[in-house]
């Protein structure tokens, strides 16, 4: 072939190539995000066949040795002008596909952001931590400090250093779990009355509430648990008398259930205290009728109480006869039952969250 029949051969090309590019633009203009796929495997074919090593233009730029040395250049410009407008051709509409692509990407990956969002069940602070929470931020607030001790007590500190001997016939009073003869699962915090005295090593002010878990061999019922929380109160100091307690255990009541509920104290009997007494709250599921949580008597035991024995004093290294103390020990399982009106003890551990999300903020 001479140079004007390569030169037609290749306008041909060019000619065809742009008419394809053409059609490829005009699809690309009407397609849609999910065709661009099909597009760009129409473009791959199209680099192939015009500007691959196969296409025409390369088999006609392989002529070109056939040409004069004048001729040859002539060609070779055009082969390069041709390619160079080809190639420029090619990667403006993959340009333009990729820029598809990405808008392809961007809406499968969209949020809505008006979709409401899904609504993660929130816990709540068990009844019976917040109300444990509740009577420390009492304490706390008339000055107390918070002491906690173990489940696992010595029977010395958990009856005998609170004048209860091996024999006493008051340790009848709590049925214990006993793990060795000497090791217990503690009945009451009053375990924790000694232990602090001893750290006090005589000093005083005493001011302490010591809030955990205890255990007895109790029948479970309405207002009895084999396992429970106390929370016990010590003060030690000089002159401290019976209306100390008293008013501190007003106090208490009117902080927890407010001015009306009617509170009454009873005498009552401990080793460790003497005088001893133990304090009720008016029932609040019969409102004092009588009913199988008050056991028809209108009233709920919420803690015992007394003026420390001069025994315990001394047993725990103060001097009796300079100074005085008082001490009580509160159950919160009754106090919750009474505040929140739950009727039956058992409620409180059974983890329904009918009973429980009622107490979500
Ligand atoms: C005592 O445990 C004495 N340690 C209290 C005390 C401390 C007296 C300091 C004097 C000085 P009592 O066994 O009564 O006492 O229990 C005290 C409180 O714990 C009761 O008033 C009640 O509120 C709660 N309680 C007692 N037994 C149970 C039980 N089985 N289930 C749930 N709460 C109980």
């Not at 068990?126 to 008339?142: A, K, N, S």
């Not at 091996?166 to 779990?177: C, G, L, S």
Request: with cysteine.
């Amino acid at each position: 072939m001479d140079l004007a029949e390569l030169e037609a051969a290749i306008n041909k090309v060019r000619g065809l190539a742009k008419e394809q590019m053409q059609q490829l633009e005009d699809d690309l203009r009407q397609a849609k995000l999910e065709s661009v796929g099909e597009l760009r495997r129409r473009l791959d074919e199209w680099r192939v066949s015009h500007l691959g090593k196969k296409s025409q233009l390369q088999q006609v730029s392989r002529q070109m040795s056939d040409l004069s040395k004048e001729e040859r250049p002539k060609l070779g410009s055009l082969v390069n002008q041709t390619k160079a407008e080809l190639e420029a051709q090619h990667d403006r509409l993959e340009e333009r596909l990729s820029a598809l692509f990405r808008q392809q990407q961007f809406a499968s990956e969209t949020l809505d952001i008006t979709l409401p969002g899904r609504r993660h069940p929130l816990g709540s602070v068990h009844p019976i931590t917040r109300i444990i929470g509740e009577i420390e931020d009492v304490f706390l607030g008339m000055g107390y400090e918070i002491v906690e001790g173990t489940e696992i007590e010595t029977d010395e500190y958990n009856f005998e250093k609170l004048n209860l001997p091996k024999d006493h016939p008051a340790r009848d009073m709590q049925d214990t779990f006993y793990i060795t003869e000497e090791l217990l699962l503690r009945t009451q915090t009053s375990a924790m009355q000694v232990r602090t005295m001893e750290r006090m090593k005589g000093k005083v002010p005493v001011r302490v509430i010591a809030p955990g878990r205890v255990y007895r061999r109790d029948e479970d019922d309405a207002t009895h648990s084999h396992a429970f929380n106390q929370i016990e109160g010590l003060v030690v100091d000089e002159g401290i008398r019976m209306s100390d307690l008293k008013g501190t255990l007003e106090l208490f009541a009117r902080a927890i259930f407010g001015p009306d509920q009617e509170v009454r104290r009873l005498p009552s009997f401990f080793p460790f205290t003497e005088p001893s007494a133990e304090v009720d709250v008016r029932c609040t599921v019969c409102g004092g009728a009588g009913c199988r949580v008050c056991k028809e008597t209108g009233w709920i035991e919420i803690l015992g109480a007394g003026m420390v024995h001069p025994n315990v004093l001394e047993f725990a290294g103060y001097d009796s006869k300079k100074v005085s103390g008082f001490a009580f020990g509160l159950g919160p399982e009754r106090v919750a039952m009474l505040k929140y009106g739950i009727e039956d003890i058992r409620l409180l551990y059974q983890n329904d969250l009918r009973l429980l999300s009622q107490f979500a903020r």
